[in-house]
């Protein structure tokens, strides 16, 4: 007798809606025929149960449902929020630890920058009231753990969630402009980290972690454990955007070119804040069972088969309050997608197991990694539904700088031992600059591909060197003399390059 919503109804074959035009009708039933061991079983249905549906277009002439479907269903067409809205929401969700005073102040700032984002981009901002309730999340979160004022995080909070996809031009311009209407100090938000943030990237304090860029302050175990990373500018960027999307409680999508470093880059923030991450391989095959559970056959120490229940990888990790990792997620399969929008949903408190058991999820924090469609093996775009409720983050390239740097910073044992010296690492890195660059204007590769060599591939070059190195040289010395080093640093380069060649 409960409600359901069929959120993007559109999206699944017409012979999957056409079956629910006999729950449509004005005397609705539902017979279920799919079961051939048993009869037809009809399922009677009481007054209080009713069916939802929602489509996303942005003119009713494009909703694609059957003409039957169509004409069973009231067509209801929703409006955008207006600036009035706006204002009332951010009053009714700031009101428990702002006044209506700073929360109306709050409401102004933003209704401001969304006019003057308008302005220097012409792409429309998608899933807009999404973005507006992350803002103020991060408004919130961040009252009792930074000593700035509502109006400076809200514009924090749009910096990360409205205006990150534009270039460092707009984002200076837009910057610019907001401190003319809001009379607020903008350049150190609406800008790219400088060296300074990328040498001294973070702080730990007495309320967590702070990010030395945009200020955005983390809650931590107390226990950071600050592994091997290159700050680069890129990473650092890439970090405090994890931060700020954790602060506000969203879900975080990075999107991007494979050998940017994603996986690494959240493993290594989880790490920070001294919090386990669990980290999940989507595919294909990937099942509802294997990430949240399933009763399974189990011997007892008397040596009966029973069936228990057992917990999966995201049950475990919830159970445990670890980050969510899910790699690859545009390869899972619809029905996955779908068990897992309750974890990502802004007001989810508990999730109900398929045992019937509700685990709470109001501690998840759930991130997600995708390379784009472009880069193939079946991946997909995310349905609307879903790529809504992650903050979602698209990530460039290292820059050459960045990426000299990074290898240059893996190489240094190398160099500290004597095996390798820094001439022949800059020669070995112009190599890799100057093979992606003859691949991209089509010089070479234009049969077999498409090759990609990327940050993976340098790091290979060097466990490489590092674990076959010194043996290589000490068992070729007498036939190489002193070209011995040039001799195995050949031998790598050809298997990490030049095997990828079919001739």
Not at 112 to 123: Q, T, Y
Not at 302 to 316: H, P
Not at 422 to 447: M, N, P, W, Y
Not at 479 to 490: I, K, M, R, W
Request: aromatic share 8%; glycine share 6%.
């Amino acid at each position: 007798g409960r409600s359901v919503v069929l959120e993007d109804c559109d999206a699944p074959p017409q012979s999957v809606l056409e079956r629910l035009n006999s729950v449509l009708e004005p005397h609705p039933s539902f017979a279920i025929t799919e079961n051939i061991t048993r009869e037809v079983q009809t399922i009677p249905l009481v007054s209080s149960f009713h069916v939802f549906a929602t489509i996303r277009a942005s003119h009713m002439s494009r909703v694609r449902i059957s003409p039957a479907l169509r004409s069973r269903c009231t067509i209801v067409w929703a409006h955008p929020y207006t600036d009035k809205d706006m204002e009332a929401l951010a009053q009714m969700e700031l009101q428990p630890v702002y006044s209506d005073t700073d929360a109306v102040a709050v409401a102004d700032v933003l209704c401001k920058a969304r006019e003057e984002m308008g302005k220097v981009s012409a792409k429309p901002v998608q899933g807009d009231i999404h973005h507006y309730y992350r803002v103020l999340d991060y408004v919130r979160q961040q009252k009792s753990l930074s000593d700035r004022v509502g109006t400076t995080l809200a514009l924090v909070g749009f910096r990360f969630f409205y205006a990150d996809h534009l270039n460092e031009d707009e984002l200076i311009s837009l910057g610019e402009n907001l401190a003319k209407r809001t009379k607020i100090e903008t350049t150190a938000i609406f800008r790219l980290p400088n060296q300074e943030e990328c040498t001294d990237p973070f702080t730990v304090g007495q309320n967590g972690l702070r990010t030395s860029y945009c200020g955005a302050v983390c809650p931590s175990t107390g226990t950071v454990v600050d592994g091997e990373m290159a700050y680069v500018r890129t990473v650092v960027l890439n970090m405090t955007r994890i931060f700020a999307a954790y602060a506000a409680g969203s879900a975080i999508l990075l999107e991007g070119p494979p050998g940017i470093g994603k996986t690494r880059t959240i493993i290594h923030c989880a790490a920070l804040v001294g919090i386990q991450c669990e980290r999940l391989n989507l595919c294909g095959s990937t099942t509802v069972e294997q990430l949240f559970g399933s009763v399974v056959p189990v011997a007892t120490p008397s040596g009966e088969r029973v069936f228990e229940w057992q917990d999966g990888k995201i049950t475990q990790a919830l159970r445990a309050k670890s980050w969510i990792l899910l790699d690859e997620v545009n390869l899972a399969p619809a029905e996955v997608l779908q068990a897992l929008m309750p974890l990502l949903s802004r007001s989810a408190d508990t999730f109900t197991l398929p045992n019937g058991e509700r685990v709470s999820v109001r501690d998840a924090k759930v991130f997600a990694t995708m390379n784009p469609n472009s880069t193939g093996g079946g991946r997909t775009s995310l349905p609307a539904s879903i790529g809504n409720l992650f903050a979602t983050v698209k990530l460039t390239l290292y820059s050459d700088n960045e990426l000299k740097y990074i290898f240059t910073r893996l190489c240094r044992p190398l160099v500290d031992t004597g095996d390798l010296t820094a001439e022949l690492i800059d020669k070995v890195f112009a190599f890799h600059c100057d093979l992606v660059s003859q691949i991209k204007d089509k010089r070479i590769g234009r049969t077999g591909g498409p090759f990609e060599f990327n940050l993976r591939d340098l790091k290979k070059f060097q466990d490489m060197a590092t674990g076959n190195l010194k043996d290589l040289k000490e068992s070729t010395a007498q036939a190489f003399g002193a070209s011995v080093t040039t001799h195995a640093l050949g031998r790598f380069l050809d298997l990490v390059y030049a095997q990828s060649f079919s001739d």
